[in-house]
């Protein structure tokens, strides 16, 4: 039986930001929930405002990829239940709310050094706004617009 849309959306902010306390979490919700409602650009001509197709948008989350690389991946949403926490964060989202330093922003990255890239995606449509433990947070550029 597939997971319910609350689930899903549970697992992945275990998976994609579990370490990074609730700050990073309701960070990552954001960036999650943020393409979700875009009006304009790649996420909203693929996923029209469907979160189930926001977290399922190929390429997007390696939580959600089985192998990375042709490795087997052994962090993905399937791999651990969320626990009450993940759900919690996972309704605030839903429900409208925000992480106020995070506006807009549709991406986020580890980029695995003490050093954000000044852009992300590399294509230009991203641009740094802020960081949050691990995580560097990206607003769309006008470029955004024409993905």
């Not at 304009?40 to 693929?46: A, K, N, V």
């Not at 989350?61 to 690389?69: A, L, N, P, S, Y």
């Not at 429900?95 to 330093?101: E, F, I, R, S, V």
Request: with cysteine; hydrophobic share 30%; charged share 20%.
């Amino acid at each position: 039986m597939p997971y319910s849309t609350r689930e899903l959306f549970a697992r992945i902010i275990k998976c994609e930001a579990g370490g990074e306390g609730d700050t990073g979490m309701k960070a990552v919700a954001t960036v999650i929930m943020n393409r979700t409602n875009v009006g304009e650009g790649e996420y909203q001509r693929i996923c029209g405002g469907d979160l189930r197709k926001v977290i399922y948008q190929k390429g997007q989350f390696d939580c959600v990829r089985g192998t990375i690389k042709g490795v087997s991946n052994p962090q993905t949403i399937w791999a651990s239940n969320p626990e009450q926490v993940h759900y919690d964060i996972a309704d605030w989202a839903i429900a409208g709310n925000k992480l106020w330093n995070i506006g807009s922003c549709l991406w986020y990255m580890n980029p695995f050094r003490p050093q954000c890239p000044p852009k992300f995606p590399y294509n230009g449509s991203g641009i740094l706004l802020t960081r949050i433990k691990k995580h560097c947070f990206y607003n769309p550029t006008e470029l955004y617009k024409d993905t």
